[in-house]
């Protein structure tokens, strides 16, 4: 694809102006979860686009900028965000052509096991052990992604970063890549259609206990003397 730029027809300036410049847009969804996210029945979430343009003969400035289609209609107000070589980049914003319903399918609660260890010894006067209790529960959630408008659009960035709390286990369809903790996945959508992923995640839960020791209570003898 290629554009036009140009300046504002109330700015003089155009040295800038150039003509057939390459340029492609981004769509990403990056997403993760806490321990208590990961159990929401449903999250809402949002595609970020950004536009990038290439093989520039001269450098733009950072400004605001208007981005038109071939009829003319105003589609985006964004910002020139970096300048590098011979590109730009302009900011993220949602795409509203776009929606995510990111739910719950499953949840699996595991066992909770308990790990005993010995307390150090500036605390062994006061506490008799530490207790380590662990958790690890199986979640499964489906994410959802529609193209509301009446074009295909392609190669949507889904992007899931693992966290120490929330790891991934499996997922359907199989990735297109991965680098942990991140896994992305590249899906075109068809006009007016959704397509989905399902992510199977372990959620960690972890406490520590100390537990202290018994207070031992002395008995005392009353003395008592009786008198003839």
């Known amino acids: ?29 990056e997403w993760q979860y806490s321990r208590h996210s990961a159990e929401q029945n449903e999250i809402l979430r949002e595609v970020l686009m950004q536009y990038e343009f290439s093989q520039l003969e001269k450098p733009i400035p950072n400004t ?3 981005i038109f289609d071939k009829t003319g209609l105003p589609q985006a107000y964004m910002n020139t965000e970096k300048n590098i070589g011979k590109k730009f ?31 150090p010894p500036q605390e062994a006067h006061r506490y008799k052990e530490i207790q380590e209790h662990e958790r690890i529960d199986v979640i ?11 074009r295909d659009i392609k190669e949507i960035r889904l992007e899931f970063i693992q966290t120490k709390e ?15 903790p991140e896994y992305f996945w590249k ?21 520590v206990y100390k537990i202290e020791k018994e207070k031992i209570v002395e008995k005392i003898q009353p003395n008592i003397q009786y008198q003839r």
């Open 1 to 29: 694809m290629k554009a036009q730029l140009e300046s504002r027809k109330s700015v003089r300036l155009n040295w800038f102006k150039q003509e057939k410049v390459p340029f492609s847009i981004k769509n990403i969804l």
């Open 64 to 66: 605001d900028i208007i």
């Open 89 to 119: 980049l302009t900011n993220k914003v949602p795409n509203r052509e776009i929606s995510v319903k990111d739910r719950l399918v499953s949840l699996k609660k595991g066992e909770n096991k308990v790990t005993s260890k010995p307390v």
């Open 140 to 150: 499964q959630r489906k994410i959802s992604v529609t193209n509301e408008s009446s």
């Open 166 to 180: 929330v790891e991934f286990l499996s997922c359907k369809p199989e990735t297109s890549g991965s680098s942990p």
């Open 187 to 207: 899906v075109d959508i068809p006009a007016e259609s959704t397509t989905s992923v399902e992510i199977n995640l372990n959620v960690i839960t972890k406490s």
